[in-house]
């Protein structure tokens, strides 16, 4: 089974630009006689931390300076490149942050929802 993510990456030109990355899930070790659990291959991470951005909250510049792999637990967001391309996220979607590099005109994210939006950050290094 494969489950997508969004990747945020460097483009050719020295701006940021959306992509996609497959998560491919095997079975777990679990009981074979009940459901069977999948699971992806591990990777290492440093450390994690939750966000919580109000709504209608705006980025005020670049918002990225580390690796990081986040998951949208509720709300909705807006991401915008440097290169003005732009994604809808809602709750339950990853996007993995590649593009560490400080840009102007930077990029940016922004709520889109109601309610705030809050977000788990696993730092990759």
């Known amino acids: 089974m494969t489950m997508w993510i969004t990747t945020f990456l460097n483009d050719s030109k020295g701006g940021t630009t959306f992509g996609s990355e497959p998560v491919e899930f095997h079975a777990g070790e ?32 670049d918002f ?15 991401v915008a490149s440097s290169s003005g391309d732009v994604q809808q996220f809602e709750a339950g979607d990853v996007i993995r942050l ?6 102007t005109p930077a ?12 977000v788990l950050s696993v730092q990759i290094d």
């Open 30 to 61: 679990a009981d074979f006689l009940t459901a069977t659990v999948l699971m992806s291959s591990a990777k290492p991470c440093k450390r994690y931390f939750f966000s919580e951005l109000p709504p209608g909250y705006t980025s005020k510049g």
């Open 98 to 103: 590649e593009d560490t590099e400080y840009e």
């Open 107 to 118: 990029r940016s994210v922004r709520v889109t929802s109601s309610c705030a939006a809050r």
């Open 64 to 78: 990225s300076s580390r690796r990081q792999l986040c998951v949208l637990l509720c709300g909705q967001l807006v």
